[in-house]
């Protein structure tokens, strides 16, 4: 009976360290999934800024360079297309980093649940998306797209005569 009794703690201590492994692995994750938000808006601000660099240069020196105008703005719409492609690109990668890390908070708030007391962690709610960067992330690049497409629109290809 005595080992009975000590296979039943050593499995309860076993299930505790693996709960605390696996609970330190999803802190981990969640702590990667923040940092990587960060490193996609980089990406994006810095590929955005050698696209529009880009078009801007073309869009200034096409006489120079003896571009056909039609060609020009071609190339303009073209380096847009790729500023696009860029964004929804990044805003895919953000909200699927953003599922994960929802993810990673319930299966979070399982384990305390478990092994702290129920409530001990709160799952994240809908309602806190406004608080969440990401979400000013995602707006602020969908912002800056809809404002160079405008740009270009109203601006530079009726300039390019």
């Known amino acids: 009976m005595a080992t009975l009794g000590n296979s039943t703690v050593n499995a309860d201590e076993t299930k505790k360290e693996f709960a605390l492994e696996r609970y330190r692995y999803i802190l981990q994750q ?75 908070r319930h299966e979070e708030c399982d384990i305390t649940d478990e092994l702290v007391g129920v409530g001990f962690r709160k799952r994240p709610r809908p309602t806190n998306l406004f608080r969440w960067y990401e979400t000013y992330v995602l707006l602020f690049i969908l912002i800056s797209v809809v404002t160079m497409w405008c740009l270009a629109k109203f601006f530079l290809l009726p300039a390019m005569k």
Request: proline letters at 1%.
């Open 30 to 104: 969640i702590n990667a999934v923040n940092e990587n938000a960060h490193r996609f808006l980089a990406i994006y601000q810095t590929l955005v800024t050698a696209l529009i660099g880009a078009a801007l240069a073309l869009f200034v020196g096409y006489h120079k360079w003896q571009i056909k105008p039609a060609t020009a703005r071609d190339g303009v719409i073209g380096l847009l297309i790729l500023v696009t492609v860029v964004a929804a690109f990044t805003i895919i990668l953000i909200i699927v980093g953003s599922l994960a890390w929802l993810d990673y």
